[in-house]
Structure formats: structure tokens, C-alpha cells
């Protein structure tokens, strides 16, 4: 099993700068893809990064201003999936959620956290 639990999430005003991190635990070999969506009331949800063994991903509409990385503990057990978000706009207001898919014993199932409000306004 993966859990997933993210932090980081708040009020910020535009052009500000924020973290969110998502906690992954569970083997780390079972996970592939890890990613960082958003969801805006009345809006699709939007893949905005994603990691997967290195190989990172951005929507277009964060390009250049959202940086993914993802860093593993030493006991394996766990790794953290941060995604830092600067030069903010109101646009960005959103819940995020971090979401992993399985492989090897979990192939095929996908995780979620529960997801952290970003809100960008003055």
C-alpha cells in the first residue's frame, strides 16, 4: 500500500511564493509516477508536474514558475515529493492533490493524498 500526505497549502498573495510537499510511504520500488494536480471549483482537474524515475513533466500553464523534485529517505520507507510554486496568480487558486500510480506488486493502482487548498489573492 502507498499513503499519501500532503502539507504546505495556504493563503498567499499574487506574485508570492509557496511549498507544498507530499509525503509517500510504503515501498519506494512500487511507485512510478508521482504527480501534482489541481483541481478549481467548476474546472477540470489539471496535471500540472510530474516526476517519474527522474523525468519531470509541466503543464504549460505553470512552466517556469513551478519547480518538482522529489527526494527519498535513507531508509527507503519514505520520499517526499515537493513542488515549489513562485511568481503566483489568482489562477493558481486551487486544491492540490498529490496522486502516485503503482508498478511491480501495485501496477496499476493509483494513490491520492487529500489534498491542500492554495489560495493566491491580495
Excluded at 27 to 46: D, L, V
Excluded at 84 to 108: F, H, K, Q, V
Amino acid at each position: 500500500q502507498v499513503q499519501l500526505v500532503e502539507s504546505g497549502g495556504g493563503l498567499v498573495q499574487p506574485g508570492g511564493s509557496l511549498r507544498l510537499s507530499c509525503v509517500a510511504s510504503g515501498r519506494q520500488s512500487n511507485i512510478g509516477f508521482m504527480g501534482w494536480y489541481r483541481q478549481a471549483p467548476g474546472k477540470e482537474r489539471e496535471l500540472v508536474a510530474h516526476i517519474t524515475d527522474g523525468v519531470i513533466r509541466y503543464s504549460d500553464s505553470v512552466l517556469g514558475r513551478f519547480t518538482i523534485s522529489r527526494d527519498f529517505a535513507r531508509d527507503g520507507a519514505k520520499s517526499t515529493v515537493n513542488l515549489d510554486m513562485r511568481n503566483l496568480i489568482p489562477e493558481d487558486t486551487a486544491l492540490y492533490l498529490c496522486g502516485a500510480r503503482g508498478r511491480n506488486s501495485l501496477r496499476g493502482r493509483d494513490f491520492w493524498g487529500q489534498g491542500t487548498q492554495v489560495t493566491v489573492s491580495s
